[in-house]
């Protein structure tokens, strides 16, 4: 029988590894996250004015699912903040 561990907070982690207002500068940052073994995906934040494209990382259900991707991260230098979200 398998064990399913179920996330009973209902709540999704990110890594967040850049924002940048340049596309092509959020594509190297993920080239570089791919280097590392990991796949990035970039997301377009728009307002009135321009647009802002974040790379991140997961969505993780927890905290024990993204620590090899942080230590990943940690081997390479590379800063990064963790948000959470709501499924």
């Not at 959020?26 to 790379?55: C, D, F």
Request: glycine share 6%.
């Amino acid at each position: 029988a398998m064990n399913i561990v179920m996330n009973r907070n209902e709540e999704l982690l990110i890594v967040t590894v850049g924002a940048y207002t340049d596309k092509a500068a959020a594509e190297t940052e993920k080239a570089g996250i791919a280097m590392q073994g990991l796949q990035a995906r970039i997301s377009e934040v728009k307002n009135e004015v321009s647009s802002i494209w974040r790379v991140r990382i997961g969505p993780f259900t927890s905290l024990q699912e993204m620590q090899s991707s942080k230590s990943r991260l940690d081997d390479a230098g590379v800063s990064y903040s963790v948000i959470k979200a709501n499924k």
